[in-house]
């Protein structure tokens, strides 16, 4: 097994930046493919990035396709999220989650493990 838990989420106006981190304990995170998932009131969770456990090849939602940038530090166990000119519409409860699959997934059911989540605003 292995827990997640988020930090860095905050207040951020419109065109600023925030990085999220991934603390993982337990089983090391090299194990398992990691995701950013997000969740704005009242929509479904969806996909922002993930990162396969070789660190050799990434993934991320059209949505944020050049201003997010997902990263992983086996030394220190953490899953990063380097989020850059911010939008209104990136407002959400950002979740980490591991996944033991064999492929880099998107789809949030095949996550195993899921952190509790960080509140990002950004203001316009």
């Known amino acids: 097994q292995v827990q997640l838990v988020e930090s860095g989420g905050g207040l951020v106006q419109a065109g600023g930046s925030l990085r999220l981190s991934c603390a993982a304990s337990?089983?090391?995170?090299?194990?398992?493919?990691m995701g950013w998932f997000r969740q704005a009131p009242g929509k479904e969770r969806e996909f922002v990035a993930a990162?396969?456990?070789?660190?050799?090849?990434?993934s991320y939602a059209d949505s944020v396709k050049g201003r997010f940038t997902i990263s992983g530090d086996n030394a220190k166990n953490t899953v990063y999220l380097q989020m850059n000119s911010l939008k209104p519409e990136d407002t959400a409860v950002y979740y980490c989650?591991?996944?033991?699959?064999?492929?880099?997934?998107?789809?949030?059911?095949?996550?195993?493990?899921w952190g509790q989540g960080t509140q990002v605003t950004v203001s316009s």
């Open positions: 337990g089983r090391s995170f090299s194990n398992y493919h």
């Open positions: 990162i396969a456990r070789s660190g050799g090849s990434t």
């Open positions: 989650a591991a996944d033991s699959g064999q492929m880099l997934r998107v789809t949030p059911k095949y996550y195993d493990y």
